[in-house]
Antibody, heavy 125, light 108 residues
Framework: QVLLQESGPGLVKPSETLSLTCSVS?????????WAWIRQPPGKGLEWIGS?????????YYKPSLKSRVTISADTSTNQFSLKLSSVTAADTATYYC????????????????WGQGALVTVSS | EIVLTQSPGTLSLSPGESASLSCRAS???????LGWYQQKPGQAPRLLIY???SRATGIPDRFSGSGSGTDFTLTISGLEPVDSAVYYC?????????FGGGTKVEIK
């Protein structure tokens, strides 16, 4: 059973950096597949933020419109990966999900089969 | 970026009926890289369908996906009360792409 769990502050001040960690159990993040961050503003739809692939390169991939503010990294020794989003505004208030992306099986990205329960992050002073 | 438009916005049906949810892409998906997710209130999305018509592990055969090009459909046969949720389509490929705005399915 693959389990993902997000953790981090639930409240971040405007202009500061949002930081979240996803702890994975039941599967090694370095064994294959992409590992992704997805967010959902209250009452709205889903938005992919970025992913990381650790099997060989460890390269992160970011949504172009967020690329200047996003950093995704991983610690294989603790089987965790992390999200940092800088210069946040109220528009970044959302539930943030981490997810496993099966897409590498077919040389694509975007087949999210396991998800964390989500972490609500509010941006407010 | 490919834009996905889902319709209708809300579908209200009785148990046992069939639901047909539409997802239209702003340009043709040459490889049918289209997925469907179910999201219940307070829960994370759940993968139902990938590659337009392949059911994910553990998904009952009441859920089926079809379509190609720009028009895709998720069909839920024999609706059950537990199917009450918002359903999102999602285009993917070289990058994880974008999600549609969702269709809410209500069970009367």
């Amino acid at each position: 059973q693959v389990l993902l769990q997000e953790s981090g502050p639930g409240l971040v001040k405007p202009s500061e950096t949002l930081s979240l960690t996803c702890s994975v159990s039941g599967y090694s993040i370095s064994s294959g597949y992409y590992w992704a961050w997805i967010r959902q503003p209250p009452g709205k739809g889903l938005e992919w933020i970025g992913s990381i692939y650790l099997y060989n390169s460890g390269n992160p991939y970011y949504k172009p419109s967020l690329k200047s503010r996003v950093t995704i990294s991983a610690d294989t020794s603790t089987n965790q990966f992390s999200l940092k989003l800088s210069s946040v505004t109220a528009a970044d208030t959302a539930t943030y999900y981490c997810a496993r992306d099966l897409g590498a099986r077919w040389l694509v990205q975007g087949v999210f089969d396991y998800w964390g329960q989500g972490a609500l992050v509010t941006v407010s002073s | 970026e490919i834009v996905l438009t889902q319709s209708p916005g809300t579908l209200s049906l009785s148990p046992g009926e069939s639901a047909s949810l539409s997802c239209r892409a702003s340009q043709s998906l040459t490889s049918n890289y289209l997925g469907w997710y179910q999201q219940k209130p307070g829960q994370a999305p759940r993968l139902l369908i990938y590659a337009a018509s392949s059911r994910a592990t553990g998904i009952p055969d009441r859920f089926s996906g079809s379509g190609s090009g720009t028009d895709f459909t998720l069909t839920i046969s024999g609706l059950e009360p537990v199917d009450s949720a918002v359903y999102y389509c999602h285009v993917y490929g070289n990058s994880p792409g974008s999600f549609g705005g969702g269709t809410k399915v209500e069970i009367k």
